[in-house]
């Protein structure tokens, strides 16, 4: 809330966010892409390190992503085929990779925080664009199988992915519901 009493974008950005599961075949270019990762990358992000990439996943790259997830969790039959369909819920998948510096004197955490941290804001910035956002993870994120796929380093990990397109027309997708904010907000 802004001194005047007026909510400002940024607040009413955050809570107004929430998880689309469901999206159009529409998704934002390479070209509205980029300022909206510039800005993001305006992150906490101690020493300036930029311990963070992301990777657009798009077309038949989630087709590749989707063998990868299957390899990884060496099932067949049904449960293989509901799996290789997992990267094809949106148009676009953006990977999250964090980027780790061993030789930094900044700690691991620090620099994960940093990428979550961009991602998060991405994630806000797309949704006030007017784009459907949905960060997904799970048990296969950190497998082999996905790691290859990404083309990773070896220090590198794997976050997540942001499942970005167009929001439904019919969308009833509800808020979360809102916290006490005294059960949260302590004092020392």
């Known amino acids: 809330m802004l001194s005047d009493g007026r909510e400002s974008g940024a ?14 075949a529409e998704a934002p270019t390479r070209a509205e892409l980029l300022p909206l990762v510039a800005a993001a990358a ?6 300036a390190l930029r311990p963070w990439r992301l ?16 390899t990884a969790s060496a099932c067949t039959g049904e449960e293989a085929a509901k799996l290789r369909l997992k990267p094809l819920r949106a148009p676009l998948l953006i990977a999250i990779v ?3 510096r061993d030789s930094s004197p900044v700690q691991v955490w620090e620099q994960d925080a940093a990428a979550v941290g961009v991602a998060h ?8 664009a007017g784009w459907g956002v949905m960060w997904r993870t799970g048990p296969l994120v950190r497998t082999e199988a996905v790691r290859l ?13 942001l499942y970005v397109g167009g929001v439904p027309a019919d969308c009833t997708a509800g808020n979360r519901a809102v916290v006490n904010p005294a059960n949260h907000l302590s004092v020392l």
Request: charged share 30%; with cysteine; hydrophobic share 45%.
């Open 55 to 70: 990777i657009e996943v798009r077309g038949e790259a989630r087709d590749r992503l989707g063998e990868a997830l299957v």
């Open 121 to 128: 804001l991405l994630s806000l910035l797309l949704t006030d």
């Open 149 to 161: 796929v990404h083309r990773l380093e070896r220090s590198e990990e794997l976050l997540g992915w």
């Open 98 to 100: 964090a980027c780790r």
């Open 42 to 47: 305006r992150a906490a992000d101690h020493a």
């Open 11 to 24: 607040l009413a950005a955050v809570a107004n966010r929430r998880s689309h599961s469901q999206v159009t």
